[in-house]
């Protein structure tokens, strides 16, 4: 015995954590497709941000050419290419968005597949989702979200000036 294993307590501690239930097969796969899905997830979103990125360059570089231009006249024949880049990049956001929402939903199938399995353990019933969006319309929402608000709006604004040039308005 040690001169000083007097001064060492004695505890028995005995820790009462709650056992994890071991998971099944299907669980497994389930949240394998679901970590999957999310990192589709994110590529889209990714993808998004970078196509916003490019058509802002291009935007800008258009917008620096037409200040060069000698006439307003001149700058009205780039205002079709410009709508077109915007419309295209609008197309490909909205179709990104898409595809995100298509995941998640998939996703939610895995969710509720687990909450069935393990009810006691898993909480909400909204889990990427809310369950209003399952219902509505996916494409109307692709189109008109939060997200690319700003393209109708540069839309509306080279169409206004494009009019305005065109019936001698703005010379």
Request: with cysteine; charged share 20%; hydrophobic share 50%.
């Amino acid at each position: 015995m040690n001169m000083f294993e007097f001064l060492k307590p004695q505890v028995d501690v005995q820790l009462n954590m709650p056992q994890e239930k071991p998971r099944d097969i299907d669980s497994e796969i389930d949240w394998k497709i679901i970590d999957q899905l999310h990192n589709a997830v994110l590529i889209f979103s990714k993808n998004s941000m970078q196509a916003k990125k490019i058509m802002f360059t291009l935007l800008g570089i258009f917008v620096a050419a037409m200040l060069q231009a000698p006439t307003l006249y001149v700058v009205a024949r780039w205002f079709p290419v410009v709508i077109g880049i915007v419309l295209l990049f609008w197309a490909f956001d909205a179709s990104t968005y898409y595809y995100q929402e298509k995941l998640r939903a998939l996703m939610d199938i895995r969710f509720r597949a687990l909450k069935k399995r393990y009810s006691e353990e898993m909480g909400s019933d909204e889990y990427t989702l809310p369950n209003s969006r399952e219902k509505g319309s996916r494409v109307w929402r692709s189109i008109f979200n939060g997200s690319v608000v700003f393209y109708p709006v540069i839309v509306v604004v080279v169409v206004t000036c494009w009019i305005l040039i065109d019936k001698g308005v703005i010379v």
